[in-house]
């Protein structure tokens, strides 16, 4: 027993390091889909202090709208416009009728309104695209399919899928403008202002609204990046919700407030549930992916509650 | 006028100090409790019983534990679903291994063994606090869920992998099982969530309770005033945990009759939590209000098209449904982030001056 826990997945990896690679290329991959869903929680949380439940179905939905509309017959790269279009009506429209009416309430308040919002957005997908799971337009948007195999000579291949390789690009573009946005730009400063403190904001003249709207608009736009992403890699259906949970540990990993921190949260816990799932897994029983994300994130939690890059939580009476 | 406080005098601490000290709060109580235990049984059809009236006591029994946790002592927890799992799942074997046993005992002592994995998972909260709070709690949900499915142990190694349940007579009543009608079925659950409701309200006014709300209105002041945090929090998981197990175990024993993991997923907390926040946070008649929402509403705008002369396709309701719930629910948190409770307390004051409100 003792041998099968701590000593025989090493052999393992040592014996296959073909195996072992490409179970690492699986956990980067997943580990780079959960930080960009991760990615559009904080770019929230940051600007608002609002915990955005709703970004996980923000990702079905994104995905949902492009397939459905190249479906009634828009040409693909149109779709994609026109999404990114209803993606900031969304935006203007949450900002609008959900966060200002809520400002300045307990942030459990403001979870619970993104959570109804989760319910709202569900409801009108399904209402107007249908419930059954959909086959994303990955030719038409000219994103590369297929795969390439490597040969570590006689030791055996390991095969990337193009697809992969294309979201780890997209993730590192998208976070680099990102990154590029917040620090040299005039709106990106200002959210940045925002970030620190509202009232500070406020009194140099930012609008707070306008900010909102441009940040869930950001959200949104990475959304569909995911959405983009993990429907390639499986179907576009509401089935995605449940990966948007896992971009929770993620995030508490990583920190509430941090961008590289949602990144590396990412990649943790992407390494971490392949590398448990197949290699500690069988011991158990297998499916142990569901919550071993959780469980990682409780132990990091428990030497530092406030994650990896978090700021720290200062208690006063 | 309709509500007067003016004139109750209380002549000694033990009046000033009743659980309802006011005329009137008795009387609607005793009103609400004959209707639930005589109008109700004497009017209301199976249909009424079996999809409105007992998922509606089950649910308010569960957001009570809910609120006990989150309300009164200010964790956030997203888990209930897989507490309520747990005494689902422990009721369903102690009933299998004690055969002849009490079912209703059976099914209250359940409670004990969510309890105790409730207190297991509250252990973190110690150190977590807020948000992170509810992800390792989630932590909680993922992992029972997984036990569920992948101990076979726990639902006797049947081929399906979903827990039924037998028929088990109470003092020669069909109790459980399929025949079980829907009225026997009622009366046991108004039964348990009437005890539990009068027990925590009683808990809650005393000292354990009045700990509980010190730890969720500012836990360092509270641990300075000499309240111990790892036991007051852990108190309130375990309670909490304790009512949502007998919640979960009455809802597959006297509504479902049977019930799979995917019964007892991520959905069930959400709509617990949901019930909890709508109906008010730290309030008991809140949950009531709280699960009668979100439980009954779905259930009447299924009805609503058939009744209205339209002919759409269930899916299409179905989505109508959800797309109403959700906004609704964004409607009333704009509107009254404090709940159903806060309306009705609003709602006492404007009967106490009417008709002459200044």
Redesign the interface.
Known sequence: MLYDIFIDPFVQMYQMPDFFLQVLWEGFVAGILYALIALGFVLIFKASGV?NFAQGIMVVFAGLTLVGLNENGVPAYLALILTIGVMGVLAYGVER??MR??VN?????L???T??????????G??VFG?EPKQMITEQLGLPTGSTAFEFGDRGLVILQHIDIAAAVIAVVMVTALGVFFNKTRIGRALRAVADDHQAALSVGISLNQIWAIVWFAAGLVALATGIMWGARSDVSFALEIVA?KA??V??LGG?TSIPGAIVGGLIIGFGEKIGELYWGGL?????E??LA??I??IF??FR???LFGER?I??? | MFYREAGQFKTSYKADQALFPILQDRVGLAVILITAFAVIPALANDFFLTSIMIPFLVFSLAAIGLNILTGFCGQLSLGTGAFMGVGAYAAYKLTSIFPDANVIVMVLLSGVFSAAIGAVFGLPSLRIKGLYLAVTTLAAQFFLEWCFIRIPWLYNYNASGAIEVPRREVFGIIATGAEATPLARYFIVLGITVLIAFLMANVLRGRIGRSWMMIRDMDIAAELMGIRPLQTKLMAFAVSSYICGVAGAMMVFFWLNAAEPSSYSIRLSFQVLFMVILGGLGSLGGAFMGAAFIWILPVILKFVPGLLGFDLAAETVEHATFMIVGALIIFFLIVEPHGFARLWQIAKQKLRVWPFPY
């Open positions: 915990f009728v959900v009416p809520l309430q307990p942030e459990i308040i979870l619970m309104a959570i109804g919002l989760t319910y709202f957005l569900v409801g009108f399904e209402f419930g949970f929770l540990p995030l508490i509430f158990v029983g297998g499916g142990i569901s919550w959780y469980i994130a409780l939690l428990l509650p406030q994650g939580i208690e006063r009476i």
